[in-house]
């Protein structure tokens, strides 16, 4: 079985930066793209960016310019950098892996951006 654990949440004045940081444990073969999502209350889950294998990315319009994610292939891990956060920011933060040509998540990670 395979795991996701995410770490580097937590509460942050607007303007702060957070790093979070995902690392995918287990019977791991291959991990494909990786990404982050978040949900904030009452709102669907949205993708914030993602990142192939060979380290393409791809960033959410309302984070481009704020976040770099970026990944370590020999420590199955994948980071989100993120700077000049806004309140609206503040949300539950989840990474994904394709890996070994299936889904995971990770369990959550709770970003909070105070004004």
């Known amino acids: 079985q395979v795991q996701l654990v995410e770490s580097g949440g937590g509460l942050v004045q607007a303007g702060g930066s957070l790093r979070l940081s995902c690392a995918a444990s287990?019977?791991?073969?291959?991990?494909?793209?990786m990404a982050w999502y978040r949900q904030a209350p009452g709102k669907q889950r949205d993708v914030v960016a993602e990142?192939?294998?060979?380290?393409?990315?791809n960033y959410a319009d309302s984070v481009k310019g704020r976040v770099t994610i970026s990944r370590d292939n020999a420590k199955n891990t994948v980071y989100l950098q993120m700077n000049s956060l806004r309140p609206e920011d503040t949300a539950v933060y989840y990474c994904?892996?394709?890996?070994?040509?299936?889904?995971?998540w990770g369990q959550g990670t709770q970003v909070t951006v105070s004004s």
């Open positions: 287990g019977r791991i073969f291959s991990i494909n793209s």
């Open positions: 990142i192939t294998r060979d380290g393409s990315t």
């Open positions: 994904y892996a394709y890996v070994n040509f299936r889904q995971y």
